[in-house]
């Protein structure tokens, strides 16, 4: 029997156990998708928890029974890459799951969370710029790829990944 799982609105003063998060999960997932020198770069741009996320109320936690952080992901109506946004479209952020509960329903029921929270705002689509390692996750979620972006983290700093959508 799995540990039930619970989801809450994250806050600011989750900053630090979202931040311990990332970096659980970002340098031990990402590795079999990426170079060492693209992880080089990267991992310390978004192994960190951003404050605006963490405000929005539309950005969620998932908990263990202890209460321990093992998830975290949501969405906003503002594109991360160019910084605005349609009506009626919403976009995921910033989805990690702690590698030791990976395939425990955590991040589909982040997914699942913010879909309805997006839904419920009226968004009417749904975009997401997955890792290379979690397409297939989101493909099993009903996003489809549109294709390969890349991200630009900072100046000289870019990231690979699969532009995808979902309607609502």
């Known amino acids: 029997m799995s540990e039930p799982i619970q989801i809450r609105a994250a806050n600011p003063a989750d900053r630090s156990a979202v931040t311990q998060l990332f970096r659980r999960s970002y340098p031990r997932l990402l590795p079999d998708h990426y170079d060492a020198k693209t992880l080089q770069a990267v ?7 951003q404050p605006a996320l963490l405000e929005c109320g539309t950005y969620f936690l998932a908990h ?35 590698p030791c509960h990976l395939r425990k ?7 699942e969370t913010s879909v309805a929270s997006a839904a419920a705002y009226g968004m009417r689509r749904m975009h ?3 890792t290379r390692t979690a397409r297939a996750f989101y493909e ?3 996003f ?12 000289g700093v870019y990231f690979p990944a699969v532009q995808m959508v979902r309607e609502l």
């Open 144 to 155: 489809q790829p549109t294709g390969e972006i890349e991200l630009t983290l900072a100046p």
């Open 140 to 142: 099993a979620m009903g």
């Open 128 to 130: 997401c710029m997955s």
């Open 105 to 111: 329903g955590v991040a589909r029921q982040l997914i």
């Open 43 to 49: 991992l310390p741009l978004i192994t960190t928890a």
């Open 64 to 98: 263990d029974e202890r209460g321990r952080v093992i998830g975290a992901g949501g969405w906003t109506d503002v594109s991360p890459a160019r910084g605005v946004g349609a009506i009626d479209e919403g976009h995921v952020r910033h989805v990690a799951t702690d």
